[in-house]
């Protein structure tokens, strides 16, 4: 671990900031096209309420800034790190570039084949993570989970409509 105690707030900080930031870049893509386009869509019986999705993903964007934080403070010096760390920023590009495919350009396909590659790219980044630290690891598994409902739930309403 980065024995430099004093910098570990501020990356912490940094780690929460960015993916807050990534969400919340993401989520102007959604706000408008979630209360006109989305609801006109068929849906499965078993959507999630649209309230739920803000509070859900706040709190995935948290665990997952906190894991990032718990590899980055083992030191940008070794190259798993690095490696690691560079994982998690596709991870979170692909996670900003669903929302826009989906909502923004409304494209339903597109979104599925997006959120496929962001699956396969957040398990990568929850194995390398573990190995460098299990908690980062532990805190990417509901990240994983939701995505693997929003990856069906995609797939539900492309098939319904």
Do not use: H
């Amino acid at each position: 671990m980065d024995e430099n105690k004093g910098y570990q707030i501020p990356k912490l900080i940094a780690a929460l900031g960015l993916t807050l930031i990534t969400g919340f870049i993401g989520s102007l893509a959604t706000a408008e096209p979630l209360t006109t386009w989305y609801v006109t869509l068929n849906k499965p019986y078993w959507t999630p309420p649209n309230w739920a999705f803000g509070p859900i993903w706040t709190i995935l964007y948290i665990l997952i800034g906190i894991a990032a934080y718990l590899v980055w403070r083992e030191g940008l010096k070794r190259k798993d790190v690095k490696i690691a760390l560079s994982v998690f920023a596709l991870q979170l590009i692909l996670n900003l570039l669903w929302s826009v495919i989906f909502f923004g350009f409304k494209s339903i396909y597109g979104g599925l084949i997006e959120i496929i590659i962001l699956w396969i790219t957040i398990l990568i980044n929850l194995i390398l993570f573990y190995r460098i630290s299990k908690w980062a690891g532990i805190l990417f598994i509901p990240y994983l989970a939701w995505v693997t409902i929003a990856s069906f739930l995609n797939y539900s309403i492309y098939i319904l409509n």
